[in-house]
């Protein structure tokens, strides 16, 4: 899920042992899918468990999914550039006044017009404390600086201040500490639900293997029957080539057992018989 790709290997397993041993040792589960039972009832029980399974992947999934997206919000909005991060771990109380009638605003100015900031501010409202405003923080892209008026004078010194481009941040120290202790505790929240999530994907997907490769000894069983007939006598065989001679093995296959193939076979009579009847005629 969220781990290299090396560590699945590692939690894909069967009857806890690796699936090649699982495969290449198989034997028919007699207590969880009983050879008594007719071949449709066995499909049968094989497809209420898969649908069973699947359905409640879904549900897990999306409550994962859930807690996942949640954090990412909070995460984006408290820890991205300085218009949205939250600045708890910079702002101190000390830095703020919140006084009858003074307030402190927190500005973020763009690298390279810090002069234009310390020159103007005073002049965006006949109300701004002279000499109050102080650089609080700052990142690649610019700087964050305190200013203090009077409260009255808020929205005059918004207004300019847009104009001017500079961006009054919306700050409150207690929100964002309630946020950031929000984000904590679904961080939490995600790291158990990720635990919890990855122990039921082990178990299920060793039942989800478990049945598939039943699927697989029922397809050839009922393909073998249909193909030598009865009394069954056949033997079923695992081949493991290397990647690169997948397709040369396929090709070769198919060319050993062609005459098993009734298309072909029947395409190849069909042309024998059309090129006999030719032969007739022309004789």
Same mark, same amino acid.
């Given at each position: 899920?969220?781990? /290299?790709?090396?560590?699945?290997?590692?939690?894909?397993?069967?009857?806890?042992?690796?699936?090649?041993?699982?495969?290449?040792?198989?034997?028919?589960?007699?207590?969880?899918?009983?050879?008594?039972?007719?071949?449709? /009832?066995?499909?049968?029980?094989?497809?209420?468990? !898969?649908?069973? !399974?699947?359905?409640?992947?879904?549900?897990?999934?999306?409550?994962?999914?859930?807690?996942?997206?949640?954090?990412?919000?909070?995460?984006?909005?408290?820890?991205?550039?300085?218009?949205?991060?939250?600045?708890?771990?910079?702002?101190?109380?000390?830095?703020?006044?919140?006084?009858?009638?003074?307030?402190?605003?927190? $500005?973020?100015?763009?690298? &390279?017009?810090?002069?234009?900031?310390?020159?103007?501010?005073?002049?965006?409202?006949?109300?701004?404390?002279?000499?109050?405003?102080?650089?609080?923080?700052?990142?690649?892209?610019?700087?964050?600086? /305190?200013?203090?008026?009077?409260?009255?004078?808020?929205?005059?010194?918004?207004?300019?201040?847009?104009?001017?481009?500079?961006?009054?941040?919306?700050?409150?120290?207690?929100?964002?500490?309630?946020?950031?202790?929000?984000?904590?505790?679904i961080s $939490?929240?995600?790291?158990?639900?990720? &635990?919890?999530?990855?122990?039921?994907?082990? $178990?299920?997907?060793?039942?989800?293997?478990?049945?598939?490769?039943?699927?697989?000894?029922?397809?050839?069983?009922?393909?073998?029957?249909?193909?030598? &007939?009865?009394?069954?006598?056949?033997?079923?065989?695992?081949?493991?080539?290397?990647?690169?001679?997948?397709?040369?093995?396929?090709?070769?296959l198919a060319?050993?057992?062609?005459?098993?193939?009734?298309?072909?076979?029947?395409?190849?009579a069909d042309?024998?018989?059309?090129?006999?009847?030719?032969?007739?005629?022309? &004789?």
């Open positions: 899920m969220e781990q /290299s790709s090396d560590k699945v290997l590692e939690n894909a397993q069967a009857n806890g042992v690796d699936l090649l041993s699982y495969v290449t040792k198989f034997q028919w589960d007699k207590a969880k899918y009983p050879t008594a039972l007719p071949l449709s /009832s066995l499909a049968d029980i094989i497809s209420k468990q !898969i649908f069973q !399974i699947e359905t409640e992947l879904k549900s897990r999934a999306a409550a994962y999914g859930s807690v996942k997206t949640s954090l990412q919000g909070l995460q984006h909005k408290l820890e991205g550039s300085l218009q949205t991060r939250s600045l708890n771990d910079i702002v101190r109380k000390e830095d703020m006044v919140d006084s009858e009638y003074l307030t402190t605003l927190l $500005v973020v100015v763009t690298s &390279g017009r810090y002069e234009e900031w310390e020159t103007t501010y005073e002049s965006l409202s006949a109300f701004v404390v002279p000499r109050s405003s102080r650089k609080l923080c700052e990142d690649e892209e610019g700087g964050v600086f /305190s200013v203090t008026l009077f409260k009255r004078a808020v929205g005059e010194f918004k207004s300019k201040a847009n104009h001017s481009k500079f961006t009054v941040r919306e700050y409150n120290y207690d929100l964002e500490e309630q946020q950031q202790q929000e984000k904590n505790q $939490v929240h995600k790291k158990e639900q990720y &635990g919890l999530f990855v122990r039921w994907l082990k $178990v299920n997907f060793s039942e989800v293997f478990v049945a598939w490769i039943h699927v697989k000894a029922l397809r050839v069983f009922v393909e073998s029957v249909l193909r030598y &007939g009865l009394p069954v006598n056949f033997q079923a065989l695992l081949l493991q080539p290397d990647r690169k001679r997948v397709k040369k093995l396929r090709g070769e060319s050993l057992f062609v005459h098993l193939d009734p298309t072909v076979t029947g395409s190849k042309v024998r018989g059309q090129t006999d009847a030719s032969d007739l005629h022309s &004789g």
